[in-house]
C-alpha cells in the first residue's frame, strides 16, 4: 500500500485524544496483542508498559476472558437491564461488593470512567436530596484532576487544555483545591512524599466561603494518574477524609486507574487506608475487554436514595442502555476470577520495590526533574524545552514506539503503569528502554 492509499485508509476516523493530523502522517498501529505485548502490522513486538491505557491489568487476550465473552454472546448477546435483569449483573455487582471497601457494598453499572463520575455525581446531588438537604449541591475537584471528558467530570476536573474550548458550558458551582504537585519540596520522593498534607486545608478555606450546607462532594483521584502521575502527600487523603466527615460532604475517589492492583492492593483503600462515600471504577474492571464502568456506594448513600423514594416508585432516575451489558459482565466475571486465583493484586505489591528502585535508577537523567511512582505505577518528568512544552514527552513516546515498547505520556511526563503479570525481567526491559531513550533526548 503506498502512503496516500494509506493515509485515505486512515482518514475517517476523527481519533481521540489525538493530533489527528500529525499521527496520520506518520501512524503507529497494533493489530495483535497477547500478555505483555501488543504487534504491530508488520509483526513487530510491543512490549506494554502502560497496560494499553491503564486497563489491561491481566494481560493481553487471556484465555478465561475471551472464552467467557465468546460464550456468553451466543448465550445472551444483550438483556435490558430497565425494569428487567440477567443473573450475571447480579453476580458481577457481588463480585465487587467482595473487594471493595468495607461497607461499600452497592454497584451502579456505566460504561465509561467519564459515565462513572457523571453518574457518581448525580448520586451524591440525590443523596443529598433525599436527605433533606437539597441545597447541597456544590461540587468540589482538584486542579490537575482527571475525571473524564463529560460535562460533570469535565467540569470538576482540573486539566486546563480539556477545559479551554469549553469554558463557558462548565457545570455551575464547581470549586477546585490546589494540585499537591510540589516539586520544590518532593521531588524524586520514593512512594507518598512527605510533604503537602496541608493542601487538604484549602477544602476548610471553601467550605468557611460556601457553607457546608451548600456543598454536595468533594471528587479527587487519590493518585491523580492521567495527569502525570501525582502521588498523595502522606496524610493528605486522611485529612480530606476527616474535613468532609466533619461537613457532612461526600468524599468520592475516582479510581478508573487505581483500582483493582495498581497500587498494590485492591483499591486506594487497601493501600491508603482511606475509606470513600463513592468510588468511581472502569478501565481493569475487565481487563478491559468490553466497555463497562461502576460506581461502588456505601450502603447507607445507597439507602437514603433508594429507601427514600415512594414504593413502586423508581427511585434514582439514571441509567444506561448499556449498563451490565452481559458481555461486560462476562467479561468481569472472569477477570475478577482470574485477579482472584493469580493473587494479581498481591502480587502487584510485591513487585512494587523492585520497580520503584529500577524507576530511581533513573536518577540523573538528561532533564529529568523528577521521578514518581507508587505500586506499579511511575512517572518520570522531564524540563519542557525552552518555548516547546510537550516536545521531549513526545519524542520520548515516538523514541519508546521505535524501540519496541508503549508508554502513555502527559507533557513532558513519560508515566509506565504495565500489566500486573509484569515479569521481573520485564520490568528491568522497561527502565532500560527509558534510560536509553531519555538520555537521547535535547
Ligand atoms: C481517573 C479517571 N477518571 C475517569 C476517566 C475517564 O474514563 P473513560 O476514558 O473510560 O471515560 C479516566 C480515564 O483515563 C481516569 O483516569
Known amino acids: 500500500m503506498n502512503m496516500n492509499d494509506l493515509q485515505q485508509d486512515l482518514a475517517a476516523f476523527w481519533m481521540p485524544f489525538t493530533a489527528n493530523r500529525q499521527f496520520k502522517q506518520a501512524p503507529r498501529l497494533l493489530a495483535e496483542a497477547k ?11 510491543v512490549l506494554d508498559a502502560c497496560a494499553g491505557l491503564w486497563c489491561v491489568a491481566a494481560g493481553h487476550s487471556r484465555e478465561e476472558i475471551v472464552r467467557a465473552v465468546q460464550e456468553q454472546v451466543a448465550r445472551l448477546d444483550f438483556a435490558p437491564t430497565f425494569q428487567m435483569g440477567h443473573p450475571l449483573a447480579f453476580e458481577t455487582a457481588s463480585r465487587l461488593a467482595a473487594i471493595t471497601p468495607p461497607g461499600m457494598n452497592r454497584v451502579f453499572f456505566t460504561n465509561s470512567g467519564s459515565e462513572s463520575v457523571d453518574s457518581a455525581l448525580k448520586i451524591a446531588l440525590a443523596y443529598h436530596r433525599a436527605r433533606g438537604e437539597g441545597t447541597r449541591t456544590r461540587l468540589i475537584g482538584r486542579e490537575r484532576g482527571y475525571h473524564g471528558v463529560n460535562f460533570g467530570g469535565m467540569s470538576v476536573g482540573g486539566i486546563p487544555g480539556n477545559r479551554k474550548t469549553f469554558g463557558g458550558s462548565m457545570l455551575p458551582g464547581v470549586d477546585h483545591m490546589p494540585a499537591t504537585h510540589d516539586l520544590k519540596r518532593n521531588a524524586f520522593s520514593r512512594g507518598q512524599p512527605a510533604h503537602g498534607a496541608e493542601f487538604a486545608d484549602e477544602l476548610e478555606r471553601l467550605v468557611a466561603l460556601h457553607d457546608a450546607s451548600n456543598i454536595a462532594a468533594v471528587i479527587v483521584e487519590p493518585l491523580a494518574g492521567s495527569t502525570g502521575v501525582l502521588v498523595p502527600p502522606k496524610g493528605y487523603l486522611q485529612r480530606l ?12 475517589f475516582d479510581e478508573v486507574i487505581c483500582g483493582f492492583g495498581r497500587l498494590g492492593g485492591a483499591f486506594a483503600y487497601d493501600a491508603f487506608g482511606v475509606k470513600p462515600d463513592l468510588m468511581t471504577l472502569a478501565k481493569a474492571i475487565n ?49 475478577l476470577a482470574l485477579y482472584e486465583r493469580d493473587g494479581l493484586f498481591a502480587r502487584a505489591g510485591s513487585l512494587a520495590p523492585m520497580f520503584e528502585e529500577g524507576a530511581h535508577s533513573l536518577k540523573g537523567t538528561k532533564n529529568l526533574v523528577d521521578i514518581r511512582n507508587f505500586g506499579l505505577v511511575a512517572a518520570f518528568e522531564m ?3 525552552p518555548g516547546a512544552p510537550g516536545k521531549r514527552g513526545y519524542e520520548a513516546m515516538v523514541k519508546c514506539f521505535e524501540a519496541g515498547m508503549l508508554v502513555r505520556v502527559t507533557g513532558d511526563t513519560v508515566a509506565v503503569s504495565p500489566p500486573l503479570i509484569i515479569e521481573p525481567a520485564q520490568i528491568e526491559r522497561i527502565f532500560a528502554t527509558l534510560s536509553k531513550v531519555l538520555a537521547s533526548i535535547d
Request: proline content about 5%; charged content about 20%; aromatic content about 6%.
Open 287 to 335: 481487563n478491559a475487554t468490553v466497555p463497562m464502568g461502576a460506581v461502588v456506594a456505601r450502603q447507607e448513600v445507597h439507602d437514603a436514595i433508594v429507601n427514600g423514594a415512594a414504593e413502586g416508585a423508581m427511585e434514582f432516575m439514571h441509567g444506561y442502555t448499556y449498563s451490565a451489558h452481559p458481555l461486560a459482565c462476562a467479561a468481569a466475571n472472569a477477570t
Open 241 to 252: 477524609r476527616e474535613i468532609c466527615d466533619k461537613h457532612g460532604i461526600l468524599l468520592i
Open 383 to 385: 524540563a519542557p524545552r
Open 35 to 45: 500478555g505483555m505485548f501488543y504487534k504491530t502490522p508488520d509483526g513487530r513486538e
